[in-house]
């Protein structure tokens, strides 16, 4: 036996490159804005998370410009020892106070952060209590863990409370996405808070795909709740609306002093670079001095929303900035999504294994600088793509 047989015997990315029908990895050879330039053709971009469209801001371009020539292009070392520069510092402080929260924590990506919090917060003889469709990294960071983890059906309350009663004395935490990546949908942070409370739980939301977008200045589904104060821990990335590399844990100053001298994944991963860390800092700067960037982004969601409900797509519970398109079928994906190249529109094909293969879809994605032209272009393409795979009538 070989270890490698596994990878020799894998065939389902040949597969569908055999059909001609491959979507991922594509270059792009031009700025991540509303288009981008795919093997030489302008395509308008529904498929990234470039929620308030900072990602090509002039004063944010400059900041990591700027950045650079200050710092250098890196920190060449982790946070621990050389790697934490004044501007990080800056950083989180002013994510602490975005967020309601005492203190923050930066590390070197999303994933990380999710890794880093719950494989150091959680170990033997806890209990993470975890919604079934949360981020992967919130996946890996309770196998991590050392915990016992117990997984809740998608946004089910009771089944929620039924894990929390049955383990009421032992010490847990609630793991939950404010909104889920694939779906749109928002949790239920009202009854999750109840419940939490009721069965004496810690709480911890990942706000990667919320924050930015919702709440009054758009600090995520907590405050968009009016319950910051009643989550205990709040995750981040800032690769969608804050538009660099990186994320953050913001918790008491308690918490975030424990992590930091104890969460591998930050002691042991080289630090934020200088020219990511300035654009974070500019671009809260800028999501709080411009909040009509999110009022146009939620008048695009409502648009696209009742525009594709109205043509008969099933868009499941969304009510974010991901308006997903169900398909049902992994090839009629793939191929649709070709098509939908063809049209000039990026979008990206969600299949199984990453949902079953009858829950397979085409997920969208919006942003504030989305002109109306763009949209009506979008929307012609998917009704003629919808129509001709008998998606919708």
Partial sequence: MDIFDKANNWTAADEVRKAGLYPYFRPNTSQMGTEVTIGGKKMIMVGSNNYLGLVTHPEVLESMIAAIRKYGSACTGSPFLNGTLDIRVELEEKLAQYVHMEAALVYSTGFLANLGALSTIATRGDYIISDRENHASIVDGQKLSYAKTLKYEHSNMEDLERLLSNHKDSPKIVVTDGVFSMGGDICDLPKIVELCKKY?????VDEAHSIGVLGPNGEGVGAHFGLQKDVDMVMGTFSKSFVSMGGFIASTHKVIDYLRHNSRPLIFTASLSPADTAAVIKSLEIIQREPERRERLWAIIKRM???????????????SAIIPLMVGDNMKTFSMTKELGEMGVFATPVVSPAVPPEMSLIRTSYTSTHTDAQLDHVLESFQKVGKKYGVIS
């Fill in 200 to 204: 004496d739980a810690r709480l911890m």
């Fill in 305 to 319: 929303r009742k525009a594709f409900q109205d043509m008969g797509w099933n868009t499941l519970n969304t009510n």
